[in-house]
Structure formats: C-alpha cells, structure tokens
C-alpha cells in the first residue's frame, strides 16, 4: 500500500522547534520528490520546503532560515526541522510525494499525487 504517515506535531511556545517525520511505504522513495505542506487556519494550502531526489532543496520565503528539509533513503523517511516558530506557523503539516522526473523540488502542491494525513503543529505567543 503506498502510504505517508506523518509524525512529531503537537504544541509549542513562540521561539520554539519541533521535528516533524514522514515515513513512507509502498513505493520506490529514493526516486521520488518530497515535499511538506502546510495549510493554515482559514487559508489555501502552501508549500513550505521540498527536496528531489538528489537532495536538492527549496524553501518558501516564510522557511527558509528557520526550517530545514533532509531525507532518509534508508530509513524511507523525511523530515522538518523546525527553529524559531511564530504563531503564524500554525498549521496542519503535510508531507507529499511525486515521481522525481523533472529532476528538481518543487513547492506546487498540484504536481504531487502521494500524500499523507497530515500533523497539526500550533504556535503560542
């Protein structure tokens, strides 16, 4: 059954971390692009931080500096770390898969056909 669990939301203060994992089943996870995704209260579901295949990365202009992407081949695993959280971080987080065949990360979350049931992640000032 291909399938993405998603793991490692929950609560925490302003100017805190969390990690979030997504582990994966079902289908070949080296050759695939991921991606997390997060869509806020109220608001259309955004691209926060992708990696291809080969470890290539890109960030959203909210992540970038305070989150990082990295994947784990063996483990079929892909994580967010997350650094210095706002309330605006608030969010239901999603970790997505495509077919790495354009060779590059991508945040357009209508290219990704794999996804998971996603984390709840919520920020408090």
């Known amino acids: 059954e291909v399938q993405l669990v998603e793991s490692g939301g929950g609560s925490v203060q302003a100017g805190g971390s969390l990690r979030l994992s997504c582990t994966a089943s079902g289908f070949y996870f080296s050759r695939y692009c991921l991606t997390w995704f997060r869509q806020r209260p109220g608001q259309e579901r955004e691209g926060v931080a992708g990696i291809d295949s080969q470890g290539h990365t890109i960030y959203s202009g909210s992540a970038r500096g305070r989150f990082t992407i990295s994947r784990d081949n063996v483990k079929t695993t892909l994580n967010l770390e997350m650094n210095s959280l706002t309330p605006d971080d608030t969010a239901t987080y999603y970790c997505?898969?495509?077919?790495?065949?354009?060779?590059?990360?991508?945040?357009?979350?209508?290219?990704?056909?794999?996804w998971g049931q996603g984390t709840q992640v919520t920020v408090s000032s």
């Open positions: 997505a898969a495509m077919e790495d065949y354009r060779g590059r990360p991508s945040l357009s979350g209508g290219q990704f056909g794999i």
